[in-house]
């Protein structure tokens, strides 16, 4: 069964689509790139699948269920902004993780804040903008979830950071998991992906394995997304 | 689940109340204490100036200004906490919980009835320290023990049902008092932009569709006030006070259905984080 598809979906916001008919089936244990500029619908879909919005059109099926609190037990996800409550110690958070997610790992979530060097005991509205994502990052990466969303996942954090993160996404998940993510920091990421999705203006422009997708156009994927985004 | 955030809902609004409640009760001790005192000492009819007099005057203040935040803060809270942690940044955290829409309106509306009830009973603690005197509690439970005695005897009305209506009518109150904010603020949320403007316009536009839809009510009746006045005259005192209060509480709970169906509508259908 796929972990993730998507039928016709289309979310309209006015007259305006943000995706318009999008196709999507998503295979246990792949990393997917969303890849797209600003305002291509990469967001639009991922919240389409976190149930924060409700299609206009289309169906989603999370391991054969519509988006919903059931699917939330499946899915860890990572919005674009820092969103964990500011009022709270980060090792609160864990606790709030802990309480509301059995798949939490405190354990796993406890060596990469070490690993990191963030003290547990700071309140989270204390922490820098750079920090604050790294603890959500953490937080959602510490759970053993099927399908994991990140929204841009390593814009704001320091180029000294981003390698640990990205090992921790491949390190962290289950095999049998999926991971979807979505940036414009191409380069960074392309080594760790096995699948891409190109969307423009919300239409899937381009999608396959990352492998097949370099061989035939005979480049990289930051080199195709430059050429088929080309201003 | 409902447990689990109503957990961390007072541990997020208790961080603000807690220390109110505490204010109003140890100011109020405070300011018996001085008042006390200040009886104790002379006036000084030469300097004019009393030190005890001073403090008395500000802790006095500062009692009624403690007196008046508490429930004021409840209701601030119950705006904020919504706000913040459902329509703002905190709500793609909170809706991607293995737990439904209701249960997180739920814990809210439990939160705050909470709290304002907890402000109440702070500022009737607040005074009561201030008036207490020997044997005020005993001659106050005795009042209390002599009311319901004499409304059972004269209306021949169940004292203790006519409490328990009126909790229930103080819960289905508070219950509805917030959804008379959380129906704005979540239709005004789900637009693109103005977000909190828009909930202020969609507060007084639902306030004027209670209104309209109450006289409209009203004057729906009117061909019928003939049979009610019989109705009503054939009732006996005990029928009327329970009727009564039921009538209250059932036209709010409908009031109340009715908003939170609309906000639970708007936050399962057309949530816009920002």
Not at chain 1, 81 to 94: A, D, F, K, N, Y
Not at chain 2, 123 to 147: H, P, T, Y
Not at chain 2, 234 to 257: E, F, Y
Request: hydrophobic share 50%; aromatic share 8%.
């Amino acid at each position: 069964m796929n972990r993730l598809e998507c039928r016709g979906l289309t979310k309209r916001f006015g007259p305006i689509p943000a995706l318009d008919g999008v196709d999507l089936a998503i295979q246990p244990g792949r990393i997917v790139g969303l890849l797209g500029p600003n305002g291509s619908g990469k967001s639009t879909l991922i919240k389409l699948v976190t149930g924060l919005l409700t299609p206009t059109e289309g169906e989603i099926a999370i391991d054969g269920m519509a988006p919903g609190p059931a699917t939330h037990g499946v899915v860890s996800y990572l919005p674009e902004r820092p969103s964990l409550p500011q009022w709270m110690t980060v090792e609160g958070l864990q606790d709030f993780y802990e309480d509301f997610f059995p798949d939490f790992r405190r354990e796993v979530s406890g060596e990469m804040l070490d690993r990191l060097e963030i003290d547990p005991r700071r309140r989270y509205k204390q922490l820098s903008k750079g920090t604050r994502e790294k603890v959500q990052l953490i937080l959602t990466m510490s759970r053993k979830a099927g399908l994991y969303l990140l929204d841009e996942p390593i814009g704001g954090v320091d180029p000294a950071a981003r390698d640990y993160i990205l090992d921790t996404i491949i390190r962290g998940y289950d095999p049998e998991a999926s991971v979807i993510l979505s940036t414009h920091l191409i380069a960074d990421i392309e080594r760790i992906l096995d699948d891409v999705i190109f969307l423009r203006q919300g239409r899937v422009v381009l999608a396959g394995p990352a492998d097949e997708v370099r061989a035939q156009k005979g480049m990289s994927i930051d080199g195709v997304f430059r050429e088929v985004f080309r201003c | 689940m409902l447990r689990k955030l109503m957990k961390y809902e007072l541990k997020a609004t208790g961080r603000v109340m807690l220390p109110l409640y505490l204010a109003v009760v140890a100011l109020a001790a405070v300011l018996r204490g001085l008042a006390v005192w200040s009886q104790a000492l002379h006036y000084d009819a030469v300097t004019g100036f009393d030190p005890v007099r001073v403090l008395l005057t500000l802790v006095t203040a500062a009692f009624f200004l403690a007196l008046v935040a508490a429930p004021i803060a409840a209701v601030v809270l119950m705006i904020i906490r919504f706000k913040t942690n459902l329509l703002s940044d905190e709500g793609y955290v909170m809706f991607t919980l293995p737990v439904s829409s209701h249960k997180l309106v739920w814990s809210k509306l439990l939160t705050s009835a909470v709290w304002f009830i907890g402000a109440a009973l702070a500022d009737c603690l607040g005074v009561l320290i201030l008036a207490a005197e020997e044997g005020f509690l005993s001659g106050l439970w005795q009042g209390l023990r002599d009311l319901f005695a004499e409304m059972t005897a004269y209306y021949a009305a169940n004292g203790v049902l006519v409490i328990v209506e009126l909790v229930i009518l103080v819960l289905v109150v508070c219950f509805t008092t917030c959804l008379e904010f959380y129906c704005p603020m979540a239709i005004g949320h789900s637009f693109a932009r103005h977000k909190v403007l828009l909930s202020v316009v969609f507060f007084f536009v639902i306030g004027a569709v209670r209104q309209a839809a109450g006289v409209a009510l009203i004057s729906a009746g009117v061909p019928f006030l003939g049979d009610m006045e019989a109705l009503l005259s054939g009732l006996s005192p005990a029928a009327a006070i329970h009727g009564g209060i039921w009538v209250i509480t059932l036209t709010t709970a409908v009031c109340g259905a009715i908003l939170y169906a609309v906000t639970l509508r708007m936050l399962d259908r057309h949530l816009n984080l920002e």
